[in-house]
């Protein structure tokens, strides 16, 4: 194990995080390279009084994997990944990030829902629920969970499986870091690729109107592998973008085909009639489509996300018009379309709330000094206040910032929350892990 301490040469280094709105100091930063390691973290934490927070990729927008003046538990080191393409599992260590983890299943030709920036952690990802490109098709990274390892806040290595301390089991399903440090994770997996149908197309914002409003009606049409995403942006000063569309807001759809490459092609053809301006659909190694959207490092981030049963026109003029008004060149808003696998037998093993959702909305405002993170911050509640009469009250956790104990509730219900509640009761008693979305541990 290293430590790393506010004098050492790379403490700077490794206390950054994706979302450079963030910026904290912890008093020692512990990187753990196997589970002894990581009780020994805890037990430092506990001896010297420190808050504890755990970093895996660093993604959390709020960034619950840092701290001021704690101890911040590193499991990076931990990239140990053990394929079995008889049994279509594997075994894959916590510091992983997404894009690692998919190239390591690749070579099998076998995939989980991996998170739409390859650069995520695959811990924080899967014990957030793991939303992505795929999940219409095999449902969220957690559906797919066999086993975890954890450390709990006492030092104890447990394992967490339908049968073995099944509770926790469920509370690992979408309950985020509550209950302890995952160090292993082992999932089922399913076949794809290596070749897929996948890419973007593009088209010009004064489009936006008859393009978001056909997605609708073909997303709603489409089969469980047929997974695409709506996404208002500004179009990049890319060389395959007309000089025309550089710097104007632009509409485009993200497209995988969780089958065949001939058959998602074909598949494809309805989304090609609306006329893109730019089309970047094809054949490509689905390792390398997981990586091709990533969100630069380094920006001021500001996200939120709300469910919706229904998209009608008038919530997609709300939509469209905070699009034209998206701040900065590198801010997006995403409309996930749910259903599928999502809304399937899987869900009533999870304490996740509101899966039938048919669709997402997902601000994320990206500045690049901190004023245009702030003015990122403005926009993104702005719409959230434009958009409120056309959401369910749910919400994806891993979408958002620190927004309070309701929205925390909100994302599981009153009942599974409650009973989260217990399982942190009986794992971390004294909410040692409170550096996340919190569930604080019952107390009758």
């Known amino acids: 194990m290293k430590w790393i301490r506010p004098d050492s040469p790379d403490y700077d280094e490794s206390r950054k995080l994706f979302n450079a709105m963030i910026d904290r100091r912890p008093a020692v930063i512990a990187q753990c ?6 009780a020994h973290a805890l037990q430092h934490a506990r001896d010297n009084e420190l808050p504890v927070a755990v970093r895996a990729g660093g993604h959390s927008v709020a960034g619950m994997s840092m701290n001021d003046g704690g101890l911040v538990v590193d499991v990076r080191p931990m990239k140990s990944v053990r394929v079995d393409p008889e049994s279509r599992t594997v075994t894959a260590g916590a510091g992983l990030t997404c894009g690692e983890f998919d190239r390591a299943t690749q070579e099998h030709g076998l995939a989980l829902t991996g998170g739409r920036v390859s650069t995520t952690g695959l811990a924080g990802f899967t014990l957030g629920g793991g939303s992505g490109w795929l999940e219409r098709a095999f449902g969220f990274a957690c559906d797919d969970l066999v086993s975890v390892d954890l450390v709990t806040a006492g030092g104890d290595q447990v394992t967490a499986s339908a049968r073995e301390n099944p509770e926790l089991f469920w509370a690992l399903h979408g309950g985020g870091g509550n209950f302890g440090v995952a160090t292993s994770f082992t999932f089922g997996l399913h076949e794809l690729g290596p ?3 996948a890419g973007f197309m593009l088209w010009p914002g004064d489009a936006a109107t008859d393009v978001s409003r056909g997605f609708r009606e073909l997303a709603l049409a489409a089969p469980n592998e047929e997974c695409a995403t709506l996404i208002y942006l500004t179009a990049p000063p890319e060389p395959f973008v007309p000089a025309e569309m550089v710097g104007k807001m632009a509409v485009a759809v993200v497209y995988i085909y969780a089958g065949g490459a ?3 092609a074909e598949r494809a053809r309805p989304y090609r009639a609306l006329h893109p301006a730019v089309d970047l659909l094809g054949d490509t190694n689905y390792a390398d489509f997981q990586c091709s959207l990533d969100d630069p490092p380094g920006m001021y981030n500001y996200w939120s996300a709300d469910y919706h ?3 009608s026109d ?3 003029d709300v939509i469209i018009d905070s699009a034209r008004r998206l701040p900065g060149q590198h801010s997006q808003q995403l409309i996930a379309h749910w259903g599928g696998a999502v809304g399937g037998p899987a869900a009533a093993a999870t304490p996740l709330l509101n899966r039938n959702a048919s669709w997402v909305s997902h601000p994320f405002g990206l500045g690049e000094t901190p004023e245009e993170g702030e003015e990122a911050r403005a926009w993104v509640k702005h719409f959230r206040h434009d958009i409120a009469p056309y959401a369910t009250g749910g919400v994806w956790l891993n979408f958002i910032g620190d927004e309070g104990q ?3 509730r909100a994302a599981f219900g009153n009942e599974n929350f409650d009973r989260l509640s217990r399982v942190k009761r009986d794992f971390d008693p004294d909410n040692v ?12």
């Open 33 to 38: 390279g196997t589970p002894a390691d990581v």
């Open 309 to 311: 049963n229904e998209l």
């Open 314 to 316: 008038d919530a997609l």
């Open 406 to 408: 309701a929205r925390v």
């Open 195 to 197: 070749k897929v149908h």
């Open 433 to 444: 892990f409170r550096g996340n979305q919190n569930i604080p541990p019952a107390t009758e």
């Open 262 to 264: 001939d058959e998602g």
